[in-house]
């Protein structure tokens, strides 16, 4: 299990976009800091039990720790279905004190 960090968060996050992500898992993998996993989704609203047990929905990737994350960008990098972009958290440090 990963520790939250308090240090100062990445300039970019990963959004994952969970209707491409097929939970393959690879993201996972190649997250150094682990704080990406794989979450399984209820399942489908009225969907009926299979002999009694219950169904489950499928996997998705998750950003679980984004104090964790230091924006590398290699789960983006690595996700063959194009799920994962990078979105910017803050102005890069060079532009702070343009004015
Ligand atoms: S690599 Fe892409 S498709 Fe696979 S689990 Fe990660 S986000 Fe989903
Ligand atoms: S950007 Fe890097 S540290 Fe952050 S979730 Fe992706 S692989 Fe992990």
Redo the contacts with the bound molecule.
């Keep these: 299990m990963t520790m939250p960090s308090s240090r100062t968060p990445p300039k970019a996050l990963p959004a994952?976009d969970t209707d491409r992500?097929?939970?393959?898992?690879?993201?996972?993998g190649v997250c150094a800091p682990h704080v990406l996993s794989?979450q399984v989704l209820p399942p489908p609203s009225g969907q009926p039990q299979q002999q009694g047990r219950a169904v489950w929905g499928p996997k998705?990737?998750q950003l679980h720790d984004a104090n964790g994350c230091t924006g590398c960008a290699l789960c983006a990098v690595?996700?063959?279905?194009d799920?994962?972009r990078m979105v910017r958290t803050r102005v890069a440090d060079d532009m702070v004190d343009a004015g």
């Design positions: 994952i992500c097929t939970g393959c898992g690879w993201c996972v794989l998705r990737s690595r996700c063959p279905f799920a994962i």
